[in-house]
């Protein structure tokens, strides 16, 4: 199965090979430069929820919410643990709903039902990815959105979208950026802020932070990057809902 | 294009044959001359192919600092636009000519084999894909991409996604340009045929068939599912507007192009779209555009050529036309001949773009993607892009040299470079 074309490859990147710093002996930092996470739109009934002392989050999203046979080391986990070390007194409830292999339209059509189980403050939809991989129409991908942030406000809670993942091994079998697009013209839309998974990931990936190239079979880069995002998304939503630590009282 | 243009038009080294081929040339073209339009070879159109070329393998690779580049950071359009358009335009010029030597069905018969080469191109390149694939499905298993890594599934079923692709429903990431080109190649004989009899009229039809297209939501369907990334039946604009330009628009558009009114719709135009542009980068600015703006013109749509990028094609194409003129002593300039020479040889520079942007890909992989290494992966390749249409040029000069009359027929679609 391996073509000539490869050995050829090896060769080429064997002379190239002098090039230093693989991202495993940089320095373990995931700064994210401000512009990454600036958002205008605001989240005023987490503001709410933080000044009363209880916030609750539902986490929908796929399966690049979670990390297979860890789930406590995914970004939901690491986002509550994240808020509740700068927000001791805040009392964050969180769960996640995974729907796995789901296109944003099959997902949407469950928020109703979740929204008046889990009666959240804040829902973090997590999507796009299953929709690129099944190249659905992105017009019906930003439709099927749409619709589903107007059920959740409907329902009372404040929204965040999150965008697919930075995968650089895929860039050539997934054509993600048109459904990045549609979510960031969501957003703007209904004046939700929007979480640039996609950009930080990319971000890190260049500053050196992670290689995202990696052919690690382990788990331990997976922890990493979560724990990152867990930890960039907290800081978000705080800044979003103009929450900083002095604010709580 | 024949190379013949070629060689009358850029005078290469070895220049001393030229005079013979170029009178061989212009014998050949002596018929074309009721053509509404008969010309030098238009270098500008290699310059400007060849721009396209080196933009779309940028877009290509992951995105680096010459990302930063390419035209669709500023503006609604990108190098698709003006790769469609050029093509229509060259390939109506040739074989708009070939029809009126050498009739309908041997006109035919030529285009028929460009697309055919272009079928063959296609499917080659995605021979590469599938190995690329083949290899990254089973060396790579990042449990944080588990969710991505369900792409590979389709590799469980190579008779289905081989046929698939063979009938061009399935088509990786990438791989797009060519199928619309084979399908809008196949569609030429139809159009130059129109053109021959009332060029406005085609371009009409054109633009029905574009707005009937929106109108009712026609598309292509794709493997598995969804629909072809670029609609030919919305793309089709591009190239017969290229078309119709070729064989005589051009000239009868030449005193709008010149107005000042139109120059200023132009400038207006770009300065808006490049601060809608600007709002995608830099969010905080998002807010400064009227909510009813947003609504009406988001998504900008590529599937279907939509209305806002079509008008910015129109608007660069303009002002590129209006200060640059056709002789430009820059575009004798040897800096420029690199663009020119990959211009002239679209088919094989654009397959060999694609192939160098799977290796890109490859080697960033393995190496490790750092900004310098992104940046010396584009050059590289924009190098190598560069030398192999040297060569082909080269070699098509020599060959040319010893059987002049043969290839001044015979190279017509050859290097018709239509793609």
């Keep these: 199965m391996r073509p000539r074309l490869f050995l050829v490859l090896s060769c080429l990147v064997a002379a190239l090979a002098a090039q230093p710093l693989r991202a495993e002996d940089a320095p373990q930092s995931c700064e994210v430069p401000d512009n990454l996470l600036a958002t205008v739109s605001v989240l005023p009934k987490v503001a709410d929820a933080i000044k009363r002392g209880k916030l609750d989050i539902l986490v929908v999203g796929s399966r690049s919410s979670t990390i297979v046979s860890s789930d406590a080391s995914a970004y939901p986990a690491r986002l509550q643990a994240a808020l509740q070390a700068v927000l001791p007194k805040l009392a964050v409830n969180l769960s996640v709903e995974i729907q796995v292999k789901k296109t944003a339209e099959e997902a949407g059509s469950t928020l109703p039902k979740l929204m008046e189980v889990k009666r959240p403050t804040l829902v973090i939809w997590q999507t796009g990815t299953v929709d690129a991989m099944r190249s659905i129409d992105p017009d019906d991908f930003r439709s099927a959105v749409s619709e589903g942030v107007v059920a959740l406000q409907k329902a009372g809670a404040d929204v965040i979208l999150i965008n697919p993942q930075y995968s650089p091994r895929t860039e050539t079998m997934i054509s993600v950026p048109p459904y990045i697009d549609n979510l960031r013209a969501v957003a703007q839309e209904h ?52 929450a900083g630590p002095t604010q709580q009282n | 294009m024949t190379s013949i243009d070629q060689v009358a038009g850029t005078a290469p080294a070895g220049a001393v044959d030229a005079p013979a081929v170029a009178t061989a040339a212009r014998g050949a073209r002596a018929p074309a001359i009721s053509l509404p339009v008969i010309g030098e070879r238009e270098l500008r159109l290699d310059l400007f192919r060849g721009l396209a070329l080196w933009l779309i393998f940028i877009d290509h690779l992951p995105p680096s600092l010459l990302t930063w580049f ?15 358009f050029i093509s229509g335009y060259t390939a109506a010029f040739v ?34 894909f599938l190995a690329e694939i083949s290899y990254v499905a089973n060396s790579f298993e990042n449990p944080l991409y588990t969710e991505e890594m369900g792409i590979m599934d389709f590799l469980k079923q190579p008779d289905v996604t081989i046929f698939q692709a063979l009938i061009l429903r399935f088509r990786p990431v990438n791989m797009d340009v060519l199928p619309l080109y084979i399908v809008l190649m196949l569609s030429l004989p139809g159009i130059l045929a129109l053109m021959r009899w009332k060029p406005d009229v085609t371009l009409m039809l054109s633009v029905l068939l574009y707005a009937v297209t929106w109108r009712y939501d026609l598309y292509f369907s794709a493997y598995p599912n969804g629909y072809w990334t670029f609609n030919p039946l919305a793309w089709q604009l591009l190239f017969v507007f290229g078309a119709w330009c070729a064989l005589g628009g051009a000239r009868r558009m030449s005193q709008i192009i010149a107005s000042r009114v139109t120059l200023w719709i132009c400038v207006v135009y ?21 909510k009813r703006l947003e609504l009406w013109m988001y998504p900008i749509d590529k599937t279907d050529l939509d209305v806002l990028r079509f ?29 020119i020479l990959c211009g002239q040889h679209s088919l094989e520079i654009f397959c060999l773009g694609v192939f160098l942007a799977f290796a890109g890909h490859f080697i960033l992989a393995e190496v490790g993607g750092g900004a ?25 000069h020599v060959a040319d040299k010893s059987a002049p009359r043969k290839a001044a027929v015979g190279n017509a679609d050859m290097a018709g470079g239509s793609l």
Excluded at chain 2, 105 to 116: C, G, N, P, Y
Excluded at chain 2, 312 to 339: E, Q
């Design chain 1, 191 to 242: 004046d939700i802020p929007l979480f640039d998974r996609f950009a930080i990931m990319h971000q890190w990936n260049d500053q050196g932070d992670f290689d995202l190239f990696s052919t690690t079979h382990g788990i331990d880069l997976a922890k990493r990057v979560h724990d990152c995002l867990g930890r960039a998304l907290s800081k978000f939503i705080i800044d979003a809902a103009h």
């Design chain 2, 70 to 84: 390419t035209i669709r950071n500023y503006g609604f359009s990108d190098a698709t636009e003006i790769f469609i």
């Design chain 2, 95 to 128: 074989y708009g000519r070939a029809m009126l030597e050498s009739g309908f069905v041997v006109s035919t018969a030529r285009i028929l084999r460009r697309a055919w080469q272009i079928y063959v191109a296609h499917v080659f390149l995605f021979t590469i």
């Design chain 2, 270 to 290: 770009l300065a808006a779209a490049f601060y809608v542009t600007l709002t995608w980068y830099v969010p905080a600015m998002s807010h400064m555009l009227p």
């Design chain 2, 311 to 339: 008008a910015h094609f129109l608007a660069l194409a303009a002002i590129t036309v209006r200060f640059l003129p056709r002789d430009w002593p820059g575009l004798k300039s040897p800096w420029l001949k690199p663009l």
């Design chain 2, 372 to 396: 310098a290494m992104h940046a010396l992966v584009s050059l590289c390749g924009i190098i190598i892009m560069s030398a192999v249409a040297w060569l082909i040029s080269w070699y098509k």
